[in-house]
């Protein structure tokens, strides 16, 4: 190997000056893309910091809106009311349990009817297909009624549309045809809904102001509170008093129903109480006006009472019961002595509802018995309330037995038949002349038709008998052909 010379050392000398002569654009262009890739990540980490920034922000709000929630959920528990969690808990299964009525329902007077089958005409208040939201209120009116035309032929003619047993000539009288549309109906509700709870009205009229000829005539006009939260209600107008027992009603087509019901529309004041969705609890103070006398004129001094109590068992053949009880102060001024009288008035009812799926699905049987003293004018064909005895100077209450009862059966979903009893049974006191109510009979047989859901078509046969304490007595035979359109 040859020594390294000091002419060797200047050329390697100048070959690497040469090369990094040739090699600095190189470097120059390097460097830029350095500078400009320090700049990209400059600008990247500016943009992460502007992230983190809002990140944190959202956390705070996240964790702000997450106390507010916590704070809802434990006032809430405060107030009894239950918040939804994100993933409800697991319920246990439910225990199978009857039907109730709907909440609140068993409170309200529309409630009180058979909402179930239909009933008799002259108890049953329709609901309305028409309803008109008040704009700005939170109230709705209804507007309901029908329009009813009825053919009547009578063999002892009682001279009205009205199948009254009660004033069936014991002495014949000439048969004869009439034809009525007393039954026609007009009736406006209304419904407000309040933080308080809900504000019901009811108006309705038919034409039955006299019983030969159509003039109108008021049937019920009230107000109603209902508290669904306490479930109680507050009543005040003019409806169908206390005692009777709608839903027991059996169906007629006769506009005045059976023998022996309830049968009074009167101003009252009544007090509803529910309790554990299946019992209610009534109490109410009426009109003492409404009474009938022999040889005295009435004089007021003390409302009617009456209290009630319906179970609502809705079983496999029970469907309710009923037990009312009404108490009167009757008071009167004798004639022809003008002394002022007075008696105790009283009477205990018992109605109800029972299923018969044996004979069919929707068949069913209604019924009520009443047995008191000085009550006969609040029934249908009853006797009256009490008699003023001159001869003494005393005023005696007129004790009564009265029942009722109908067997409803569909034939098809459309056509139903029924059959329908009354009876009254009055004790009246010796000193009454012969000529006075003592007893009276009832009978009922329909066949009816429903076309369509707001056409009720029918024909009904009715018997009829009087009887007098002397024993004399007269019966009626009705054929009444019937034909309602709903609106």
């Known amino acids: 190997m040859k020594p390294f010379s000091l002419l060797h050392l200047l050329l ?43 990140l944190d922000a959202q956390k705070k709000l996240l964790q702000d809106l997450q106390k ?20 409800p808990a697991e ?6 349990s009857k039907p109730l009525p709907e909440i609140g329902g068993a409170l309200s ?37 029908f329009a009813e035309f009825q053919i009547i032929h009578d063999t002892d003619g009682l001279n009205n549309n009205e199948f009254d047993t009660a004033g069936i000539p014991v002495d014949g009288a000439p048969s004869q045809t009439l034809f009525s549309v007393n039954p026609t109906r007009l009736a406006v509700s209304s419904q407000t809904r309040t933080p308080a709870g809900r504000l019901n009205t009811m108006f309705s009229m038919d034409f039955n102001g006299e019983l030969d000829r159509p003039d109108p005539r008021l049937r019920v006009a009230y107000g109603e509170w209902i508290n669904d939260e306490s479930d109680y209600a507050l009543l005040a107008g003019q409806t169908f008093g206390t005692m009777l027992d709608l ?14 019901y309830f049968a009074r529309r009167q101003p009252l004041a009544r007090f509803t109480k529910l309790f554990g969705r299946t019992v209610t609890a009534e109490v109410a103070v009426e009109t003492p006006e409404n009474v009938a006398y022999i040889d005295a004129d009435p004089l007021t001094r003390w409302p009617d009472f009456v209290a009630a109590g319906t179970w609502f068992i809705d079983g496999n053949y029970l469907q309710h019961l009923r037990l009312a009880g009404l108490a009167r102060d009757l008071r009167a001024e004798g004639i022809p002595t003008g002394s002022t009288v007075s008696a105790f008035g009283w009477t ?17 049987f209604k019924f009520g018995v009443q047995y008191g003293e000085g009550y006969g004018a609040q029934i249908k064909s009853g006797p ?8 003494n100077n005393s005023f005696e209450t007129i004790p009564v037995f009265s029942t009722y ?37 009832y009978f009922a047989a329909d066949l009816i038709w429903n076309p369509w859901k707001t056409v009720t078509l029918g024909v009904e046969y009715l018997w009829g008998r009087r009887e007098n304490k002397d024993g004399a007595s007269g019966t009626d035979n009705r054929i009444l052909f019937s034909s309602r359109f709903d609106y």
């Open 109 to 145: 007077q529309d409630f009180k009817h058979d909402r179930v089958d239909p009933t008799g005409a002259n108890v049953t208040e329709g609901t309305s297909k028409l309803k008109i939201e008040v704009p700005g209120t939170n109230t709705t009116i209804g507007v309901h009624g």
């Open 68 to 87: 507010q929630m916590e704070s809802l959920v434990k006032d809430a528990d405060k107030e009894g009311v239950t918040v939804a969690a994100e993933k």
């Open 348 to 364: 205990i009812a018992g109605s109800g509802k029972l299923k018969l799926p044996f004979l069919g699905a929707r068949d069913n």
């Open 12 to 54: 390697f000398t100048v070959g690497i000056l040469i090369l990094g002569f040739l090699a600095m654009p190189a470097f120059a262009q390097d460097a830029e893309k350095m500078r400009e890739l320090q700049r990209v990540i400059d600008a990247q980490q500016k943009q992460m910091e502007a992230q983190q920034k809002q």
């Open 405 to 441: 009862g109908g067997l409803q059966h569909w034939w098809l979903d459309s056509l139903r038949s029924n059959l329908v009893y009354g009876y009254v049974n009055a004790d009246n006191p010796g000193f009454l002349d012969g000529d006075v109510l003592e007893n009276t009979t």
């Open 384 to 391: 009256a309330d009490a008699a003023f005895n001159a001869s």
């Open 91 to 96: 319920k246990p299964p439910e225990v199978p």
């Open 247 to 260: 839903r027991s009603v059996p169906e007629t087509l006769d506009f005045a129903g059976p023998t022996g």
